[in-house]
């Protein structure tokens, strides 16, 4: 049986504002992504990747088409709230505020998201450990964590307020081999075993090949 | 919640930068502090000095009117403007009285002067005539102005010390008010060898005496005419205005002269004042005059202070509000990578620019407070040096009206004695930083703050989280 749809990409294209009206960064893209499933997006340099990943995660609005999440049009609700609370976002260079420990990072994220817990450094604590994290980084700078813990990180932060939804763009990609497996396994469980959506936009063949699905992205023109 | 969290977070976080915007802030906060401590006891000196001379209204001819179409030239036009003048229509105190009716006047109070001719007493006088001058003295058909106060507000040449007693009986001013009792200029007592306590008896032209008991002798400084062997108020006796009432009451043929002054509430009044008072019988060749640049003579170097308190206010306003703008957008590039972050989880631009002007208000509250404080300090003895000769002015006042009424020593604090006109005497300028100096310093801090700080919170709308974060990376 069919997993249920939780985004749609109807025929979606951006152009920068200042392109000219036919240079488009993506054209004319659709995709479905369901819920329980891993997707990887790769494709070459300059085929639009982070653009889409931009347009997915709420970051940018498309120029023509529709994007529908869990039926509702990005266009028709408001992205902040959509991005605190509907997905995750993990990123390469893990985007981390260096001047927190791994646990207020994450703490941040759900003060963010309005989360009413009483003990939110507890529940940072539980989102490092569910991704391999021990409880004595929680009070570690992220700049004394290695890349692999600080992606670690990431993915608790964006895990904080239990979106739909985890949207990873090259997660591995400063990573090496090891790190990239566990990584991988980590998004695949979260895929699999609680049921979310993770797309990963990747050069990565390791990352395609334990992907449920893989979507190709090829330059415009 | 969360934001003000972040925000101190923040302020913790950037300690040198925020250090720096509140030193900058503090200097403001002491600077503004000051001004407007100097600026609200400039403007309590300057209503003081209204107060003190109260708000004095007086009939005077409307000249401007009366001086219309005249030509000094013309034998007919100069007989035509005499006539004019002796048709003005004349007041009484019962015109005065019912003038003073008004919801415009607070108080009033009136000289009632009356020419009589000596009995007992000889009028002042030289005569010599064909002086080298050329001139005589005294000129009049009367040997005296008899001039009646009703009170001593009234007695303006003994509050601007044209007239000042020299000798004066015990408690004179107890019965000065009532009765036949007077006060005469010490060269018209030397002339006819008269001292406190004795009697004076003046005549009118139909033979009728009146006898009045000496309670001081006055001296007149600074008289306009030093070219005169007397005084100009020589022959004038002075007493109180119902002992004048009586001797016109009892004489019809005696013709006085009533001058009013009506103290108003507002000098914005005196207009509507001036149409009441046409249309209670006021011949339209008189106008209204008031004592506002008088009163406000004073106040010069006081509004100097005050304007350039606010110079100096607006100028260091401008320096700190530019350090604080480049501050401020230095702040917000140093910290794009975060803004960057905050974007991506969701951080509305509305909460992160609320969270910045967090961060910048309770810096600026900790150096406001501060600044206050040191300001209140220091204000009491800036705004002391500063007023100096204000305060010695008004000491001075205070004592030489005491002694033109014969009020010996220094009268001190606030000069109230029994009817005696109110002037208020400063020992020292309490440049007090009250509830309405905070308010007024909390209000110009926080619009410098936000002033400042609005070029980065639009730069921070114009930010595109994605492009900050592929920079970075």
Known sequence: MANKTILSIKNASYRYSDADSNDYALKDISFDFEEGKMYAIRGRSGSGKTTLLSLISGLERCSEGQIIFDGKDLKDINLDKYRNSDIGIVFQSYNLLPFMSASENIILSMDVNGLKIADKKKKAIELMEKVGLKEEYADRKVLRLSGGEQQRVAIARSLSYNPKMIIADEPTGNLDKQTEKEILDIFEKLAHEEGKCVIIVTHSANVCAKADKVFDLKKHN | ?473
């Open chain 2, 1 to 473: 919640m969360y934001i003000l969290k972040n925000a101190w977070i923040s302020i913790k976080r950037n300690k040198g930068r925020n250090i720096l915007i509140g030193i900058i802030i503090l200097i403001i906060a002491c600077a503004a502090t000051v001004t407007l401590a100097i600026k609200n006891t400039a403007r309590d000196l300057i209503n003081s000095y209204k107060s003190a001379y109260d708000k004095e209204v007086t009939i005077g001819f409307n000249r401007e009117n009366l001086m219309k179409d005249f030509n000094p030239g013309q034998e007919e036009n100069r007989e035509e403007m005499k006539d004019r003048f002796q048709n003005i229509g004349n007041y009484t105190i019962s015109d005065v009285e019912k003038f003073a009716d008004s919801k415009y006047i607070e108080s009033y109070y009136y000289t009632y002067s009356i020419n009589l001719n000596g009995n007992s007493i000889d009028k002042a006088e030289i005569e010599v005539e064909d002086n080298r001058f050329g001139r005589k003295d005294n000129q009049s058909n009367y040997d005296f102005t008899v001039t009646g106060y009703n009170s001593m507000d009234a007695m303006s040449e003994f509050i601007t010390g044209t007239y000042q007693i020299s000798e004066i009986v015990d408690n004179a001013w107890d019965v000065a008010f009532d009765g036949n009792y007077v006060f005469i200029n010490k060269e018209l007592a030397d002339y006819n060898n008269l001292k406190l306590n004795d009697k004076i008896t003046l005549e009118d032209d139909d033979g009728n005496t009146y006898q009045f008991e000496i309670l001081g002798i006055f001296e007149e400084k600074e008289s306009e005419d030093n070219m005169s062997m007397f005084s100009n108020s020589v022959n004038t006796i002075v007493t109180n205005s119902s002992a004048v009432n009586d001797i016109t009451n009892s004489n019809e043929n005696i013709q006085g002269n009533v001058r009013p002054t009506f103290i108003i509430d507002n000098y914005d009044n005196v207009e509507k004042l001036q149409e009441e008072f046409y249309s209670k019988g006021l011949d339209s060749n008189y106008i209204l005059q008031t004592n506002e640049d008088l009163a406000m003579s004073g106040t010069s170097s006081i509004k100097n202070i005050n304007s350039f308190s606010t110079t100096f206010l607006i100028i260091t306003l401008i320096i700190g509000g530019i350090v604080l703008f480049v501050i401020n957008m230095i702040n917000i590039r140093e910290r794009k990578y975060e803004i960057g972050v905050l974007r991506t989880i969701g951080i509305s631009k509305f909460e992160l620019t609320l969270q910045f002007v967090c961060e910048l208000v309770i810096v600026a509250l900790i150096s406001l407070s501060l600044g206050a404080g040191i300001g209140a300090v220091s204000s009491k003895s800036i705004s002391n040096n500063l007023l100096e000769n204000e305060i010695s002015n008004s000491q001075e006042k205070t004592e030489e009206i005491g002694r033109n009424f014969g009020k010996e020593g220094r009268v001190g604090g606030d000069f109230k004695g029994k009817g005696m006109p109110v002037v208020q005497a400063y020992t020292s300028i309490d440049a007090v930083v009250d509830v309405k100096v905070l308010v007024e310093l909390l209000g110009i801090g926080l619009s410098l703050v936000l002033v400042s700080s609005i070029a980065s919170m639009v730069s921070i709308q114009r930010f595109s989280p994605l492009t900050i974060l592929k920079e970075r990376s």
